[in-house]
């Protein structure tokens, strides 16, 4: 970006972009040289460089009002390969694939939710801030672990963001297999910590070439199927004789009102300081919210029990670390 619009041959604004990008591309192949533990990292990396010089690169000029970066296009290219690569693609037999949309509901509830609006005026906003935080990185979260159990790279990810995730797959028997699990892995994790005031609709649709090239009908189909599944809010649970029971306890958290174990989730002193009367799991979006400030990066990490200063997400398996400066991942 500058102030300035640039004169001049555009090519020539390529080609510095292009010697950049080949220069950082090459030390990133020579850190992962002879590493085939970490191709996953290394594509990961990729990516990141391919949208850090490519995002104002139009895809083709030469063929339509250059309205498309090549970053998209590289990257939606990549994912198809992938997907033929896995499926054994044959020109006369069409291409098939899986479009897997997430859509994560109850998110104002969620954000808003409050005991008593002037119970709650200590930490609301570092609350409120924490619990965008959370819901973002729970989008993020949810979009890596399916794409970890299909065993994909990241370019298979085609977008995350604004309560939204989803992956062009390959159409497999044991890419259908991993979507079943993680769509019950996700209703459970949903009941376990918010006792289904979030709730993620999953909805896999089976697409070929001739869909892939009307995306407008693609995502239409996908939102016709996402509106079938809202209905079946978690389906997966009804069986488990947990999702009819609902133990009453003793207390009430003055910031969002779910029930609470006093004696167990209140800090010491909470009896005689109403302030202080917040469940653990507001007490942790005030803490995400008072971090974030502070935050340079993040490092998605395996989930380790009782690990501080992270976000955890217990029942995916995954933990995102808030790295300030001089922090490191390892």
Known sequence: PGDRWA???????????????????GRLGQAHEGRPDTFDAYVTTLLSLLERYTWCVPSATYRDYPNIPLYNHLKVTAAIAV?????????????????????????QAFLYESAAPSQTQEGSAQRLRGKSF??????????????????????????CTGG????????????????????????????????GDIDVALAAIPVGKADLEKVDLLLERAGRALGEEKHR????????PRFWTLPLKNEVCRACGRDVDKAVDFPAGADTADAQKRCPRCRE?????????????????PYREGEAGSVAFRSLGLAWRLLGEGDTAS
């Open 7 to 25: 004169e001049g041959i555009l090519q020539h604004e390529y080609g510095k972009l292009w010697d950049a990008f080949a220069a950082d591309a």
């Open 134 to 159: 959370f819901l973002d990185l729970a989008m993020r979260t949810l979009a890596e672990r399916l794409r970890r159990a299909l065993e994909l790279p990241a370019c298979n990810i085609l977008w």
């Open 164 to 195: 939204h995730f989803s992956l062009l797959v390959p159409d497999t028997t044991a890419a259908r297999e991993a979507v079943a699990s993680f769509r019950g892995l996700v209703d459970r994790w949903c009941w376990e910590e918010f006792l």
């Open 83 to 107: 997907c033929l690569h896995a499926t054994g693609w044959l020109e006369n037999a069409g291409c098939r694939f899986l479009f897997v949309e997430g859509d994560l509901g109850g998110i």
């Open 233 to 240: 809010r978690f389906a997966t649970r009804l069986r488990d």
């Open 285 to 301: 979006f005030e803490a995400y919210g008072q971090r974030l400030p502070r935050t340079d990066a993040l490092a998605l990490v």
